[in-house]
T-cell receptor, first 118, second 111 residues
Framework: AQKVTQAQTEISVVEKEDVTLDCVYE???????LFWYKQPPSGELVFLIR??????QNEISGRYSWNFQKSTSSFNFTITASQVVDSAVYFC???????????????FGRGTQLTVWP | EAQVTQNPRYLITVTGKKLTVTCSQN?????MSWYRQDPGLGLRQIYY???????DKGDVPEGYKVSRKEKRNFPLILESPSPNQTSLYFC??????????FGQGTRLTVV
């Protein structure tokens, strides 16, 4: 069965520290997508990145970077030089593409609350 | 502008009084779903729909109903709300393999 685990419930760092949010997933499918979302204190869900299962290249976007490793079924998210505005709940999610009955369904982890102190 | 619109944003109701939360998307997405978010439990899927007239239960469907008569709309119905359904609700839509677009959320309080 599809499952996403974010073992870190809460993380606190001080501004300018680097922080990595872990995401481990389970799926029997060979074709799938992985996502990260951010939920700031205002409550909306903001899409950050999508990665398909055939592309293991790491991605960097400004202070954000993502490390996808199929060998360990992980899709970790690193914020470099964190800022107070990065404080939010971050969700990792999985979408499978092989199963007809659940095609397109998203499976979310429980989220990691990141607090960045000034 | 691509968006998912859900209404209302806030709702306080009494136990047993039927209510509907509306959700509409303008991206022609096949896939729509409802989630509830509770502290420490993340986003849990209530119902999802793969297309018009095709709906299925998610992880926490008890006490909820949905319908998908048109591709753009996916209302969430609480026939007899109870206090344990007090939560933050999100509607979402996506295409195959695309990111989900979320509505702004509905904060429901059942007293």
């Amino acid at each position: 069965a599809q499952k996403v685990t974010q073992a870190q419930t809460e993380i606190s760092v001080v501004e300018k520290e680097d922080v990595t949010l872990d995401c481990v997933y389970e799926t029997r499918d060979t074709t799938y997508y992985l996502f990260w979302y951010k939920q700031p204190p205002s409550g909306e869900l903001v899409f950050l990145i999508r990665r398909n299962s055939f592309d293991e290249q790491n991605e960097i976007s400004g202070r954000y970077s993502w490390n996808f490793q199929k060998s360990t079924s992980s899709f970790n998210f690193t914020i470099t030089a964190s800022q107070v505005v990065d404080s939010a709940v971050y969700f990792c999610a999985l979408s499978d593409l092989d199963r007809g009955s659940t095609l397109g369904r998203l499976y979310f982890g429980r989220g990691t609350q990141l607090t960045v102190w000034p | 502008e691509a968006q998912v619109t859900q209404n209302p944003r806030y709702l306080i109701t009494v136990t047993g009084k039927k209510l509907t939360v509306t959700c509409s998307q303008n991206m022609n997405h096949e896939y729509m779903s409802w989630y509830r978010q509770d502290p420490g439990l993340g986003l849990r899927q209530i119902y999802y729909s793969m297309n018009v007239e095709v709906t299925d239960k998610g992880d926490v469907p008890e006490g909820y109903k949905v319908s998908r008569k048109e591709k753009r709309n996916f209302p969430l119905i609480l026939e007899s709300p109870s206090p344990n359904q007090t939560s933050l609700y999100f509607c979402a839509s996506n295409g195959q393999g695309t990111e989900a677009f979320f509505g702004q959320g509905t904060r429901l309080t059942v007293v």
